[in-house]
């Protein structure tokens, strides 16, 4: 178990890293001036947010969102094991293990979200209470994007 934690940090430190190594491309060589025999193109953005916070906004609310169904098969699978261990100790400790790191694992996204929201709020993300349920509100309705929430609650975008 310890060595798939392991893995998977490694999985979301390597996923984090490849997000930051991101660097912008430019298309145009010196001589060329907008307007002046170059056509422009513009690209639509596929991932419709606005900013690096948004994304991380978005990734955020998926993790948590795919969270609770996956702690409860941890549980599941813990109990599996503490049911089927016929008096083996280490399948018992095992299974009690599983459902240890499990909810241990639950309870570090839920503070990671508490921190993140408290983190934004003290370095200025919202300044009145009410914004933030409005936000909130907007974001849970299907099909709305964060930069339109944000527009439509009155926030400042980032």
């Excluded at 399948?91 to 599983?98: E, H, N, S, T, V």
Aim: one cysteine or more.
């Amino acid at each position: 178990m310890l060595k798939f934690l392991m893995m998977l940090s490694v999985f979301w430190l390597k996923l984090g890293s490849l997000f930051l190594g991101v660097r912008a491309a430019l298309a145009q060589s010196e001589g060329d001036v907008p307007g002046e025999g170059t056509i422009p193109i513009e690209l639509e953005n596929p991932l419709e947010v606005g900013s690096f916070e948004e994304i991380l906004d978005v990734v955020a609310s998926f993790l948590f969102t795919i969270s609770i169904p996956l702690l409860t098969v941890i549980i599941l699978l813990g109990g599996f094991f503490i049911l089927t261990a016929a008096g083996n100790p280490d399948r018992l400790r095992r299974g009690k293990q599983i459902i240890l790191w499990g909810v241990v694992g639950f309870v570090i996204i839920l503070v990671a979200g508490g921190v993140s929201t408290l983190v934004s709020n003290i370095l200025g993300g919202e300044e009145d209470g009410g914004s933030s349920s409005c936000y909130d509100e907007c974001i849970a309705e299907l099909g709305n994007t964060p930069s339109e929430c944000r527009a439509a609650c009155g926030l400042s975008s980032p």
